[in-house]
T-cell receptor
Framework: DAGITQSPRHKVTETGTPVTLRCHQTENHRYMYWYRQDPGHGLRLIHYSYGVKDTDKGEVSDGYSVSRSKTEDFLLTLESATSSQTSVYFC?????????????FGEGSWLTVV | DAKTTQPTSMDCAEGRAANLPCNHSTISGNEYVYWYRQIHSQGPQYIIHGLKNNETNEMASLIITEDRKSSTLILPHATLRDTAVYYCIVRGDIIQGAQKLVFGQGTRLTINP
């Protein structure tokens, strides 16, 4: 599992409230990612990080922000949650990014916005 | 990114080899082929990847055609626990060293007793 821990694993929140999901890794990997998965859309990249304080947008970044103040933690924040952000969120890390890159995923965080 | 085409679903008998095909006719010379699987309600699991040569690990074998336009993932002795959605992915963009994988819809493999 590449030492990835996501928290919380399940959360129900109300529309308009802020939500932060945490991804924690124990193996000092440089690259970290947040994906969301929805029926009919598969896995889509939200944001990624290539180092401490270095982040960039993926294909579905609207409504999300991220922060990485230390190597081991990558936080995904929904500033004002909407029902369209009800989804399963997966954190991932990549190993050996310069050749034959391998990405490992966490177990997911189920978020329901009511 | 090179586009991949996989069958929507496949069935295989337990104990037999499961062969999952993938077409990636627009693959570039330096793009790797990756296979992941996702068992219901779990995170995607890395299986194997390759560039040109066939690869084998403890989970599966990957056969890539000489022209690299297609590949086959082989699970040599399928078990019920191999029932999952299998994704064939050609490496996407690398920006600042970060790998951006693009997942398609995958193949839903069902292993039957």
């Amino acid at each position: 599992d590449a030492g990835i821990t996501q928290s919380p694993r399940h959360k129900v929140t109300e529309t308009g409230t802020p939500v932060t999901l945490r991804c924690h890794q124990t193996e000092n990997h440089r690259y970290m990612y947040w994906y969301r998965q929805d029926p009919g859309h598969g896995l889509r990249l939200i944001h990624y990080s290539y180092g401490v304080k270095d982040t960039d947008k993926g294909e579905v970044s609207d409504g999300y922000s991220v922060s990485r103040s230390k190597t081991e933690d990558f936080l995904l924040t929904l500033e004002s949650a909407t029902s369209s952000q009800t989804s399963v969120y997966f954190c991932a890390i990549s190993v050996n990014p310069t050749s034959g890159n391998t990405i490992y995923f966490g177990e997911g965080s189920w978020l329901t916005v009511v | 990114d090179a586009k991949t085409t996989q069958p929507t679903s496949m069935d295989c008998a337990e104990g037999r080899a499961a062969n999952l095909p993938c077409n990636h006719s627009t693959i570039s010379g330096n793009e790797y082929v990756y296979w992941y699987r996702q068992i219901h309600s779990q995170g995607p699991q890395y299986i194997i990847h390759g560039l040109k040569n066939n690869e084998t690990n403890e989970m599966a074998s990957l056969i890539i055609t000489e022209d690299r336009k297609s590949s086959t993932l082989i699970l040599p002795h399928a078990t019920l626990r191999d029932t999952a959605v299998y994704y064939c992915i050609v490496r996407g963009d690398i920006i600042q060293g970060a790998q951006k994988l693009v997942f398609g819809q995958g193949t839903r493999l069902t292993i039957n007793p």
